[in-house]
C-alpha cells in the first residue's frame, strides 16, 4: 500500500487543516476531492483521461483537494510556482486544465477551468468516501534555476514518497500534537512537501492560510512548528513572544546564523535547514550550532567530490540510480559536508576565476556590511563585479559620513588581503533590505536593475 493510499484510508474523523472558518475532517477533504474530480472527468469528457491540470491557489486546504483529486482521475498535477497570467500563458502548453481559487482566465487561457470551491447542488449525491483510494500523484515543477526561464523538473510518485518517508522518521517525533504553519508557498517542492504532504504523512493538521508576518505567530494558542524561508526568519521583531514552537524548518536559500540564533531565543528552536532543490529533492540538513556547523546527508542520500570540486548525488529521491553532476561544489568533512558555492557562481575576469559567494563571504565579514550580494555587470567593454548591500548602523554611519564612492574605496581596501583586485567590486548599491521572492530566493535581474539608474 502507497503511502497516499494509507492517508486517503484513514480516520475520516482526523482534523488535517484548520482556518478562518474552524477545522477540517479527513472525512471533509475526501468528499470535496471526489466532487471536484467528477467535475473534472465531466469538463474533460471520455476522450481525455490522464490531464495535465495545473493548480493555482492561495488556499492549501483547495491545494491539497485539487492534489488528490488528480490522483483519483489518474491526472497529472502541474505547479507553475505562480498565478500570474503572463506566466500561465507562457507555459500554456505545458498543460491542459487549470485549478483556481483565484479569478478564472477566460478566454485568456484556452485550457479547461475550474475554480474552487465548487458550487455543489444540493440534489447532487454525496460522494462516497470509502471510494477507491488514489495509488500515486504524479507531478510535474517548474523551476526557474539559474537562468530565470521556467524549467520542467516531473516527479513521479515513488519519488516524493522516498522522501516524506525519511522526512517524517527524522521529524514526527517532534512534530506529535503539532499544527503545521507555514509562510512559504505550497506551489514549490519546499512547501509541497512540508507544508501538505508532509502533516497529511504524519497526520498533523495544517493552516489553510499563509503566515505573512512573524507577528502571527503570538497568536498561536496551540503547540505549532513553522515552515519558513531565510527570508522570513531575517524578519523576526525581538519584541515577539510566541509560546509552543517545537520546530522550525528552513529552506530556499542561506539562513544567516545571527537569524538562526535570533529565532531560537524567541522560540527556543534552532532552525533546521534543509539543502536541496526542486530537481534533486532533499540532500542534507543541519541545525548551525557553530557558523561552520557540517551539514549532513538525509538517509539514503550519498555525496562525493566530483570534478572542480562538484557535488555528485545518489539519491532514492532520483528517478535513477545514477549518479547526478550537481551546480553546488562542495568539501567532505568527517562530519558531513561544507557547501563552497555554486559552480553557475563562479566567473572569469581578465582570465581569473573569481566565485561570487567567495566576495559575498568576505563583504559579510565586515563590520560594515549587514547582507551583501555581488553579481557581474557590463563596463562598456570590460565586466566588473558590483556589490548590493544592506548596511549595518556602522556601516550606515560611514557611508553618510565619506559618501558611496569613498565608502567604497574604504570597503575595497579591507578586502584586498583575501581577494585578487580583479574581485573587488567595482561598483555599489544601498538597500534597506535585500530583496528576495517568495522562496526567499534572490531576484538576480532585479538586484541587476538596481545598476541601471546612477547612483544618487
Known sequence: MTLLQTIWLRDGERVVAFGPDGEVTLAELRRGSLQLAQAMARLAGPDRPGMRWALCFDDSL???????????????????????????QALQSQFDGLLTDGELPGSALTAAQLRLPLLVADDEPEADGAALPPERLDLTLFSSGSTGEPKAIPKAWPQLEAELRVQMALWGERLAGTRVLASVSHQHIYGLLFRILLPLGLGRPFDRRSIDYPEQLALQTAPWCLIASPAFLSRLDPAIAAAGCRLIVSSGGPLQPGDAQQAKQLFGQLPVEIFGSSETGGIGWRQRHQVQTPWTTLPGVEVRVGPEQGLLLRSPFLPTAEWLACADRIALHEGGFELLGRQDRVVKLEEKRISLDEVEAHLQGLAEVEAAAVLPLQQGQRQILGAVLVLSELGAARWAELGPGRFLLALRQQLRPWLEPVALPRSVRRVEQMPVNAQGKRPWPQLKELFDEPLG
Open 62 to 88: 483547495l491545494f491539497a483537494q485539487a492534489l488528490l483529486a488528480c490522483a483519483l482521475g489518474g491526472h497529472r498535477a502541474i505547479l507553475p510556482g505562480h498565478q500570474r497570467l503572463a506566466g500561465l
